[in-house]
């Protein structure tokens, strides 16, 4: 990705932070009434957001996809998949393996906000955090399974329609709806007066067409990703997606 660098890997996985990330992290960091708090929450969003895409890798990875790399930038984080194979199992394993990492973090965190809140010796600042966390974790899974195509809950919507349909109509379907929800987002984020969310709307908007375009590109050229499977799950594939039959094994590459 144009204008990141590598900053270390997690299990075998580089993490890249791109230069838009350094440059709103640097300005939240020295913004006003910034205190010790707020960098320390940040600094836990950021954890959070690398352990949600880390759930999408490693889940991708047991499915025999490579992982190029994990980058942070503006919107939150990118795990970079080598392809996207047109199953939806496959798909619908890796989609939710993230949104399940910041549901897994708030169950455990929940515990010690619990203790906090009620138990015998509390801590305000501890509980401000416990809090924090619980909350940034419960609302990126939820904004991340909004049905806004390619957001998580989106390749969910495509995994769905991609069990009966073919891929490219599935993928169709999928950003049909999500733009729909984009344009809920970006109308809910001018009348709150949050101009970051018609930002993410035409983000959303624009990257789905873009995948839409790949995907019917992939199947005009008869190139459709099925690699990293073995042969049972394949035969698994081909028995409930027709136009995977036609093509001759030579030409099913994805990379
Ligand atoms: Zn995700």
């Known amino acids: ?16 932070v791109h230069v838009l990330f350094l440059l709103l992290v640097a300005a939240l ?24 895409e880390l759930g999408h890798a490693l889940v991708a990875r047991r499915f025999g996809i490579h992982v190029l790399d994990i980058t942070l930038w503006p919107l939150g984080g990118m795990a970079r998949l080598s392809h996207i194979p047109e199953s939806s199992r496959v798909e619908a394993a890796i989609a939710i393996a993230g949104p399940a990492v910041n549901v897994a973090l708030a169950l455990v965190a929940a515990p010690l906000l619990l203790l906090q809140v009620f138990g015998p010796a509390r801590d305000s600042i501890l509980a401000a955090l416990a809090l924090s966390f619980v909350v940034v974790n419960v609302l990126m899974a939820a904004f991340n ?70 995907v019917r590109a992939r199947h ?36």
Do not use: Y
């Open 145 to 214: 399974l909004l049905p806004a195509f390619p957001t998580d809950g989106g390749r969910l919507v495509r995994a769905w329609f991609g069990r009966k349909r073919s891929w490219v109509e599935a993928t169709a379907r999928a950003v049909w709806i999500g733009r729909v929800v984009a344009v809920a987002i970006g109308i809910a984020g001018i009348a709150w007066g949050n101009w970051m969310l018609p930002v993410v709307a035409l983000w959303l908007w624009w990257t789905g067409g873009v995948e839409l375009a790949q």
């Open 1 to 16: 990705m144009f204008g990141s660098f590598r900053i270390g890997s997690v299990a075998g996985i580089p993490i890249r």
């Open 29 to 52: 960091a020295f913004a006003p009434g910034t205190g010790a708090f707020q960098l320390v929450a940040l600094g836990v969003l950021v954890v959070c957001v690398v352990l949600h």
């Open 220 to 255: 005009a050229q008869g190139l459709v990703p099925t690699g990293g499977f073995t042969d049972a799950d394949l035969a698994r594939i081909e028995s409930f997606r027709g136009p995977l039959r036609a093509l001759p094994r030579g030409d099913r590459d994805g990379d």
